[in-house]
């Protein structure tokens, strides 16, 4: 789209949800349509970069000034969606997908740190990608791009942990209650019919539940994915909890073994890099069916990085709840819970049996930075399967550090550097998933536990108000309990779509034929970063029911033949 006078030009992608307040503010009658592209370039021309701090929504922004002869770019605060960009000796290239940028390239090779990324976290930090000379725009930056010259991306938002200790829990309660209810309210503006993803979890049934108190009439699609391989992959009985008492359409997508087989190569394709765990391939299917219904979906993404929904945190404050009983400073401040009162949450960690097994392998009680890093660390789960020098293991794990002891994030509470750091590598991968999985099939996934307001709020609650007890997400279930069917209030176990992967490669069956013929081509013999071939059964030993080695190792095979070769 252009300006009316010419000069700028605008190529965009994502959703301004304030669009109409915006728009309300420059004057309805200056408007030649509806669009909220018109309004994103009308701002631009108001007030120039500024402009990305006034947007709430998810975006990837290019606007050219031909009368400066540069270019500006910039990227939702979250990294909702992407943007990828090349500097080649023809110029500056930029688009959504990596895939788009490779025949501009002079050569296709691995960026070694990124690859130390992958086998360490399963994602990529900072600009990096997988492919050499290849770089993404973080999320909440901009850059002004001139001829000949590099984009030098600058912050325009963060997220600051400045701790709130004015108000009591009942005005937290509150405030909570008011945006959520408003990031949803807004989230639901389209000119289509809105459904959600319900995973059976707390998120995603949250956002759905609060989508039909917004719209109580009329329809309401809501989309789930089951494995048929037990009911430890099968959560859609609390799906159908919720559906039945919101009146919801529940839509479940019945998945199989030769699913996997007939569309893993092209998850990977869409992914254009492969990131984070297996649960990309069950949402490629579950967004499947969505689309055949429905083309703009709500997901709960967030809300795990938010408010503290993940297992490993309630590894990690056992054990320094431990260390400061121990040591007489269990009420100095860095602990939110004592470990009298985290021990019936201990239940949780019942399924997480190997990651308590080899976060206690080597060493307790360390500084938290370093305890955290084994938690989150991967790569030392591969054994001898991965080349030596592969991985700059010194180097990722300063760059953790930068991210957990951020200038944004107070020193004293554990809790919110663990979440932080989730916060800013985690969270964009799951994007990432959430985001191409979707568009995959025409479909649009909107978060609204990532509005910056809601986002900007949670991030000065007290922590021992959020992680009282050691209870995961104590907070959001406390005030939202009225809006979930007791089944998922009262959840102990936490599924996070699970794929059945293992127990496939264990049998005879066209997954392991697939897999062993992939990993028995001279190609995947030959890569650089492996030891030695990779035996299916060598690496099943070594890892547990859940364990993602052998998934990682898939999906880098699959990318590096599709993007590499």
């Known amino acids: 789209m252009h300006s009316d006078d010419g000069r700028y030009s605008i190529i965009y992608n994502g959703e301004i949800y304030n669009y109409i307040e915006l728009r309300a503010e420059f004057g309805e009658a200056s408007f030649r349509t509806h669009s909220d592209t ?33 270019l ?16 080649t000796v023809k110029g500056f290239y930029f688009a959504s997908e990596i895939k788009a940028l490779l025949p501009f390239l002079k050569d296709r090779a691995v960026n070694r740190a990124a690859l130390t990324d992958y086998f360490t976290f399963q994602f990529c930090l900072g600009e990096k990608t997988l492919v050499d000379s290849v770089w993404q725009l973080p999320a909440a930056h901009f850059a002004v791009v001139s001829a000949g010259q590099n984009p030098k991306p600058q912050r325009y938002w963060e997220v600051h942990y400045d701790v709130d200790y004015d108000h009591t829990e009942r005005w937290f309660t509150q405030r909570l209650r008011d945006l959520l209810e408003d990031s949803v309210r807004v989230h639901l503006r389209a000119d289509v019919e809105v459904g959600s993803y319900v995973s059976g979890g707390v998120d995603s049934s949250l956002l759905a539940a609060l989508a039909r108190e917004v719209r109580p009439d009329g329809p309401f699609k809501a989309f789930n994915g089951r494995f048929m391989d037990g009911d430890e992959f099968d959560e859609s009985r609390y799906a159908k909890a919720l559906a039945d008492e919101r009146r919801m359409e529940l839509h479940v997508t ?33 967004s499947k069916r969505v689309g055949e219904h429905i083309k703009v979906v709500l997901g709960g993404q967030g809300g795990d990085e938010i408010f503290g929904g993940y297992a490993r945190y309630l590894v990690a404050y056992f054990e320094q709840c431990i260390k400061g009983a121990i040591e007489g400073t269990l009420h100095n401040g860095n602990y939110v819970v004592t470990y009298e009162s985290i021990i019936p949450n201990l239940q949780t960690l019942r399924q997480y049996k190997p990651m308590l097994r080899e976060f206690w392998a080597s ?9 955290y890093w084994r938690l989150v660390n991967r790569a030392n789960t591969y054994g001898n399967i991965l080349a030596p020098g592969v991985l700059e293991q010194r180097a990722a794990f300063d760059e953790f550090k930068s991210i957990f002891w951020g200038s944004n994030v107070g020193k004293e509470s554990y809790f919110d550097s663990m979440t932080h750091f989730d916060f800013k590598t985690l969270l964009p991968a799951l994007l990432q998933v959430e985001d191409r999985m979707s568009m995959a099939h025409g479909v649009e996934a909107r978060v609204p536990f990532l509005d910056h307001p809601l986002v900007e709020f949670a991030a000065t609650i007290p922590a021992d108000i959020k992680f009282r007890n050691g209870e995961l997400k104590r907070l959001l279930k406390a005030v939202f309990s009225d809006q979930l069917p007791v089944a998922i209030r009262e959840r102990k176990d936490k599924m996070g779509f699970p794929v059945p992967l293992n127990l496939w490669l264990k049998r005879p069956g066209p997954t392991r034929d697939l897999i062993g013929d992939l990993f028995g081509s001279e190609a995947a013999r030959s890569r650089p970063y492996l030891n030695s071939p990779v035996s299916i059964d060598a690496v099943l030993d070594s890892q547990s029911t859940h364990g993602r080695n052998l998934w990682a190792l898939l999906s880098l095979e699959l990318w590096h033949q599709q993007f590499i070769d």
Not at 363 to 371: I, K, L, Y
């Open 38 to 70: 018109e309004v994103v370039l009308r701002a631009f021309q108001e007030w120039g970069p500024d402009c990305i701090s006034r947007l709430r929504g998810m975006f990837a922004i290019a606007i050219w000034d031909s009368a400066k002869q540069q």
């Open 72 to 87: 500006f770019v910039s990227r939702d605060r979250f990294g909702i969606k992407p943007f990828y960009w090349a500097q």
């Open 254 to 286: 019945d998945i199989g073994e030769q699913d996997f087989v007939d569309h893993i190569a092209k998850v990977i394709w869409h992914l254009d890099q492969p990131t984070a765990g297996p649960g990309s391939f069950p949402q490629y299917m579950v």
């Open 363 to 371: 060493g307790v009680f360390g500084e938290r930075d370093e305890r």
